[in-house]
């Protein structure tokens, strides 16, 4: 099975070493998005400006592949404070949902000052 890598400048740039997102057949693994401009400039304000911001940049690296946050499978939510839960679970609303949400595992974490962090996995089949 070939692979290939995405990268687009409508999202932050990877941080590092790493793809923002993997195609593998009919998988896409998205990387983890943060809270920031495509510039690489942080977002700041508040909790919602912040997880917005970084389900905007998981969007469009999900484009970049051919994909959508529509054929998410699997997310992974990373929180700094556990107590945004509440206010995250509503920022996802408005991205994930429909008839068939996808599985998600939600993680308290140090982000060195980030608020939220979002991975997915994609099937395109």
Known sequence: MP???????????AGGPYSQAIVAGDTVYLAGAVPALPDGTRVTGSFADQAHAA??????????????????VRVGVYLRDFDNFAAMNEVYGE???????????????????????????????
């Not at 692979?3 to 740039?13: F, H, Y």
């Not at 599985?103 to 939220?116: H, N, S, Y």
């Open 3 to 13: 692979k290939r890598s995405v990268s687009t400048d409508k999202a932050a740039p």
């Open 55 to 72: 389900f905007r940049n998981l969007a469009a690296v999900a484009e970049a592949a051919g994909a959508s946050l529509d054929q998410a």
């Open 95 to 125: 991205y994930f949902g429909g008839e068939h949400p996808p599985v998600r595992t939600t993680i308290p974490v140090d982000l060195r000052g980030m608020e939220i962090e979002v991975d997915a996995i994609l099937y395109l089949g």
